[in-house]
Nanobody
Framework: QVQLVESGGGLVQTGGSLRLSCAAS????????MAWYHQAPGKQHELVAS???????NYIDSVKGRFTVSRDKTENTVYLQMNSLKPEDTGVYYC???????????????WGQGTQVTVSS
């Protein structure tokens, strides 16, 4: 069973920075994608950034130039460096790991417990 444990959330002022971490443990398939989702208060969660086991990254437009996703493959850990934070970045951030088929289709999906990020204005 794969487990994801997040850390690094907190309270920060507008313009500040935070770094989220997500450590994955268990039997993880070599072909996978790790991602961060953001759930703002009262809204559905949305994909913020992702990185594949091959190192390909993807970002939602609203965080491009401010957030950077990276991963340490040896530690099975994914990071989200968040700079120039805005009040609208407030919410719970969830780590996600998708194990992919050879056609890059998710076959197993795992979630972390979430970490709260609050950006004060």
């Amino acid at each position: 069973q794969v487990q994801l444990v997040e850390s690094g959330g907190g309270l920060v002022q507008t313009g500040g920075s935070l770094r989220l971490s997500c450590a994955a443990s268990g039997a993880i398939g070599s072909r996978n994608r790790m991602a961060w989702y953001h759930q703002a208060p009262g809204k559905q969660h949305e994909l913020v950034a992702s990185i594949t086991s091959g190192g390909n990254t993807n970002y939602i437009d609203s965080v491009k130039g401010r957030f950077t996703v990276s991963r340490d493959k040896t530690e099975n850990t994914v990071y989200l460096q968040m700079n120039s934070l805005k009040p609208e970045d407030t919410g719970v951030y969830y780590c996600n790991l998708d194990e992919l088929s050879v056609w890059s289709i998710p076959v197993h999906r795992y979630w972390g417990q979430g970490t709260q990020v609050t950006v004060s204005s």
